[in-house]
């Protein structure tokens, strides 16, 4: 008797696959590698996260330590959101930065928004155990949720990079590294 193949089972996307549209800003600030991941959501939330390929996600990486504080007088932890019109919220450019990654090799690492809005909330678990960022960076380890301004919405994507377009980019990187070896 003839059995019959078994079909394979379906795939069941993520959370954050079914959710939220991945856009990429690669070499922040014009440093090699460091990229950034922003997951828009279909609300126009924006989540900013790590891309798989940030230095910090590297195999070897152990993070000492995560700051919120920018500089002497700003510190992304003051923030204070209320209210339905978001009162309170620091406003944030493309290069504004969000938190600086201190890894246990002495490399600092700033990550910035990648786009304009109004700062909602960070997150303040990873101050106490920095390991989720490099354990689970587009979920429970993202940086920050930034809200762009209603009529800047369609535009917040402007210069970001699509999934594809990021891995186009990765593909060059790997084989030019390869061909410099």
Not at 34 to 56: F, G, K, M, W, Y
Request: hydrophobic fraction near 30%.
């Amino acid at each position: 008797m003839a059995t019959e193949p078994e079909a394979a089972e379906p795939v069941v996307p993520s959370l954050v696959d079914r959710y939220f549209t991945r856009w990429y800003k690669p070499d922040v600030k014009g440093k090699f590698c460091e990229d950034h991941c922003i997951l828009q959501h279909s609300n126009r939330i924006c989540v900013i996260t790590l891309a798989e390929s940030h230095p910090v996600l590297q195999s070897g990486k152990t993070i000492k330590s995560i700051s919120y504080q920018i500089s002497t007088n700003c510190s992304r932890l003051q923030n204070k959101v209320s209210g339905k019109f978001k009162r309170g919220a620091q406003f944030l450019t493309e290069l504004a930065p969000l938190c600086k990654i201190y890894c246990s090799d002495g490399e600092e690492y700033t990550v910035s928004s990648c786009v304009r809005g109004r700062l909602m909330e960070v997150n303040e678990n990873i101050l106490h155990k920095p390991s989720i960022l490099q354990e689970k960076p587009s979920t429970e380890g993202y940086i920050a949720v930034v809200l762009p301004k209603f009529e800047e919405s369609k535009s917040v994507t402007e210069g970001l990079l699509t999934q594809k377009q990021y891995e186009e980019v990765m593909v060059k990187r790997i084989n030019s590294t390869t061909a410099t070896s």
